[in-house]
């Protein structure tokens, strides 16, 4: 199982429509035990070579397999309904928030039901994690794509035709792709299932076309049921993905879009990399996840956080599979602790005990940035997201979409962009802004974000950006050329450098009139001013420039009203809701040894370590500290197969 599991639920009569408002974080499942399996060719890890084997129990009903093969007891908001519709024969579209636990959906029902399901997925890396973990908890799961030589692939249609596997994980491209589609009538399919629906829209924030033919699976398995699961879908992608997949009466499931145990925050982009190594050096037994928008910026940054000690490796579409897979590997397993990605390449490292994330730079979309905090904290436990902002950011994006030539995609950039900067700069309630943007209206002030824990400081900005527009316009007027923005400063502030005399811009108006502030306030002000569209920057020279709307803001002696930036915060904060392990009194000392125990089995087994235990079920282990078989049974994320491969080892490392 991917980690991304669990909770309690809700049902009514179907078919309606389904909504939770609030959503509660419960502790993920886990894998369980496993062996290499010598017969599949596929390469995946099959539980047999523990004291029993999970594939000769059959579970008797929906709850026995999610306790059996997962370890829990209760499922989170939906699943339940989800995976019983699905069984029934309906098709469904379900929106569960990132991190809500969409795999267990068809993964279920895979178990309970004769036939293969297949799962089209956009993310190569994601399935390789969803099928290790699957198979390690005696699941009989495989996967085809691009990263697999033509013998193991060739071994795993073996597989396939001899029925073996009841998950098959594929790409959109090659699910349509004729003779796979042939093969599929041969495998008897029980299910589709198809993951990131929001791909299919053309609505949506990451619009793919090759989505679109999914459509071409119901025409030839007409009596398959299709499961259309997505986390980022608003009601109008949520009717286009039904059009598109040509979904029949489905039942709708809609789960609330908020992660109560995820704080927001965002911060005014100074010296960005400063910044970003004092956020990982004060989290630096953590994992994290740090998104940025070049390839170029990837490499840049993980090579210096690495030099200053943050063991640290880039992730992007740049790096041939072979680069991907190893860096990847290497921090699912917790041997470095920061991986540094793109945002524009689809990131499928699945692992749940990621505490943080920083967007260095502000993404296109809130879709995009709500599923990329989502990789933070899906066990359940406190986790943070942080983002680096500056008005250069915003200007930069706007850059970017002006040479977008089709007027349509246009302005669907500009309007997403739109929202995700009123976002980043909001003084009210980050949370409630963000799922007001999903329809969710559900809260007013969530007491886990930067604003609602630290109200920003706001100040009259009138007079500074009348100093400020009118500096860059006189400027250009004088000299017929503009300037960076540390020139306008040093103007502004009165610094008679060798190029103000030169250009003798010392004789201006607006020389010395901004002494009242400093130059990080001056910084902040030109950021302010940037993003909301008064001044803009050159592309190629970087040089500052007033836009329309500036000119005419300073003709109309427009008001503003700035808001102080905050400083990144140099320790872990620990606000928020939190999980039942999380809220209970814990062993510091006890919880670390118990990472050290389990990172030791994992490395013996070559599996990630939250397949061995989650931090969550390591957290309740280090408060409860068990000392029998049945109390350690009864911690959450510990099944009957764990119990019997790690119980007494456990117990022992608890006792000592």
């Not at 559900?442 to 609602?452: E, P």
């Not at 969550?616 to 282990?621: G, M, V």
Request: charged share 25%; glycine share 8%; proline share 5%.
């Amino acid at each position: 199982m991917c980690g991304r599991c669990c909770g309690s639920v809700h049902s009514e009569d179907a078919p309606v429509v389904r909504s939770l408002t609030m959503f509660r974080p419960a502790l993920p499942p886990t894998g369980a035990g496993w062996g290499k399996d010598e017969s599949s060719g596929a390469g995946g890890l099959f539980p047999n070579r523990l004291g029993r084997d999970c594939s000769d129990v059959t579970p008797n009903n929906i709850d026995d397999a999610l306790n059996h093969y997962f370890g829990y007891r209760t499922f989170r908001p939906f699943q339940r309904e989800i995976a019983e519709s699905v069984l029934a024969g309906s098709d469904v579209v379900a929106l569960l928030p990132t991190g809500g636990g969409k795999s267990l959906c068809y993964q279920l029902p895979a178990l309970m039901q004769a036939g293969l399901t297949l799962v089209v997925s956009p993310l190569i890396a994601l399935m390789k994690d969803q099928v290790d973990a699957l198979t390690a908890n005696g699941i009989a799961a495989t996967y085809l794509n691009s990263s697999i030589d033509a013998q193991t692939a060739a071994e795993r249609i073996d597989g396939l035709d001899s029925g073996v596997y009841r998950l098959l994980y594929v790409a959109p491209e090659r699910a349509v792709l004729p003779s796979f589609m042939n093969a599929l009538a041969r495998w008897n399919v029980s299910l589709i299932a198809v993951d990131e629906a929001h791909c299919v829209s053309e609505w949506g924030h990451d619009f793919r076309p090759e989505y679109r033919r999914i459509a071409e699976l119901r025409e030839r398995l007409p009596d398959v049921p299709v499961l259309a699961l997505t986390a980022t879908a608003t009601e109008r992608v949520r009717t286009d993905i039904e059009h598109a997949l040509k979904l029949r009466s489905p039942q709708r499931f809609i789960a609330g879009f908020n992660r109560p145990n995820l704080r927001y925050a965002v911060f005014e982009k100074r010296d960005a990399f400063k910044q970003l190594l004092e956020w990982c050096t004060a989290r630096a037994s953590e994992s994290g996840i740090v998104y940025t928008q070049s390839r170029n910026s990837a490499e840049d940054l993980s090579h210096r956080l690495s030099a200053a000690g943050i063991p640290a490796r880039p992730y992007h579409a740049g790096l041939t599979p072979s680069q991907r897979a190893r860096n990847q590997e290497q921090f699912i397993r917790d041997d470095i602790r920061v991986i540094c990605a793109t945002i524009a390449f689809g990131m499928g490292i699945d692992k749940p005990n990621v505490r943080y994330v920083v967007h260095y730079d502000v993404p296109k979309s809130i879709e995009g940035y709500y599923q990329e905090t989502g990789r933070a904290g899906r066990d359940g436990l406190p986790s943070e997201c942080a983002l680096f902002f500056s008005g250069g950011d915003a200007a930069k994006q706007r850059h970017f979409i002006r040479q977008i030539e089709d007027e349509g995609e246009r302005e669907q950039a500009e309007r997403l962009l739109r929202a995700m900067l009123d976002l980043a700069s909001t003084p009210h309630c980050r949370r409630a802004q963000l799922l007001r943007y999903f329809g969710d209206e559900s809260i007013d002030q969530c007491g886990n974000c930067d604003n609602c824990l630290q109200p920003a400081e706001q100040i009259d900005g009138t007079i500074a950006a009348q100093k400020l527009l009118s500096c860059v316009y006189r400027i250009r007027s004088a000299g017929g050329f503009s300037t960076g923005e540390q020139h306008v400063i040093d103007v502004l502030v009165g610094r008679s450098t060798e190029k103000v005399r030169s250009w003798r811009h010392d004789e201006l108006s607006t020389f010395g009139v901004g002494t009242e502030y400093d130059r990080a306030a001056w910084q902040a002000f030109i950021s302010e001013l940037l993003r909301s569209g008064e001044l803009e920057k050159d592309a190629e020279r970087r040089t500052l420039l007033l836009t329309q709307e500036g000119l005419q803001a300073l003709r109309e002696r427009r008001a503003f009203t700035f808001f102080k930036p905050r400083a990144v915060a140099r320790t872990r904060k620990s606000k928020g809701r939190r999980t039942a392990a999380a809220a209970l009194p814990v062993s510091e000392d006890l919880f670390a040894r118990l990472r050290v125990l389990r990172k030791e089995l994992a490395d013996e087994q070559g599996v990630p370590p939250y397949v061995v235990f989650s931090d969550a079920t390591l957290r309740e282990l280090a408060a409860r500290k068990p000392t029998t078989l049945s109390a350690f049974r009864a911690i959450g994320g510990v099944g009957d197969v764990k119990l019997e491969r790690y119980g007494r080892i456990f117990l022992e490392a608890i006792t000592a």
